[in-house]
């Protein structure tokens, strides 16, 4: 597996363009001052220095991982830091998701897979007038992240705890609409297939969603091609990491992939 996805990211490499590569108005502007901004913004400050606290965190919790490539609950005693070593996004990706939110100013965010809240506390403070919503299935964990949303002071976080598949359809059906959802969880190809087709009776012009772990296996990368087909789409971003999936009207189908 990591064989496919090291011979899988130097293929994007190959084959992604920069900015100079995409000939699309809305994209160009997406890549070059949402994309490829690098510059340092205060907001993220007390953010990371919650995420260096969670590297030094020796207390252990039991983490319950309800589909993370297997239909089997798995429980597993961890240290917290070994969980933020591991699972957490990056800075610099979780920095990306960031301004994502901040560009598009959703009313309403959706997260599948809290984690220890990290990128969560980044789509919070990009959306301070928006509900962050957020569904993490391992209980002990996600007591870990509303600890850190405390922590930050950051009261516009709705935590939710259980089974995606329980939750997430409860979720869409109180949004008039779904301006921004990020899917990290669960990653088979199968729910993310379903937790993508949930989402689009409820899809607008405006909307975006965000697929983590595009790569991560032969199956997600098999979701990834069968939600860029899917005939509501009519615009992609593939940055490897993450895929970024639009629903701009009146436009022809375009996928890119873009180096980041």
């Avoid at 899988?8 to 160009?28: I, N």
């Avoid at 009261?155 to 949004?175: R, S, T």
């Amino acid at each position: 597996m990591v064989f496919s996805f090291v011979v899988d990211y130097l293929k994007h490499r190959l084959k992604a363009k920069t900015r100079h590569g995409t000939h699309s108005p809305f994209v160009y502007k997406l890549v070059d001052e949402v994309i490829y901004n690098f510059t340092v913004n205060t907001a993220y400050k007390s953010i990371e220095q919650q995420r260096k606290k969670l590297f030094n965190d020796h207390s252990l919790v039991s983490v319950t991982d309800l589909g993370a490539g297997s239909h089997v609950n798995k429980n597993r005693t961890k240290q917290v830091r070994q969980i933020a070593k591991n699972a957490l996004k990056s800075p610099r990706l979780a920095q990306l998701i960031y301004r994502l939110a901040k560009d598009f100013q959703p009313k309403a965010i959706i997260e599948l897979g809290t984690c220890l809240g990290i990128t969560t506390a980044y789509l919070a403070k990009a959306s301070p007038d928006a509900t962050v919503v957020t569904i993490e299935g391992c209980s002990e964990t996600a007591a870990v992240a509303k600890k850190n949303f405390e922590d930050l002071a950051l009261k516009n976080i709705e935590l939710h705890v259980g089974n995606f598949d329980h939750i997430f359809p409860d979720v869409i059906a109180k949004q008039a609409s779904l301006d921004f959802v990020y899917i990290d969880g669960n990653h088979r190809k199968d729910a993310t297939l379903t937790y993508f087709k949930w989402c689009l009776p409820k899809v607008t012009e405006n909307s975006l969603l965000i697929f983590d772990d595009i790569y991560w296996s032969k199956g997600m990368k098999e979701a990834w091609t069968e939600i860029k087909n899917d005939p509501q789409v009519t615009l992609t971003v593939d940055l490897f990491w993450i895929g970024l999936v639009f629903f701009k009207k009146g436009q022809a189908k375009q996928h890119f992939k873009l180096k980041f």
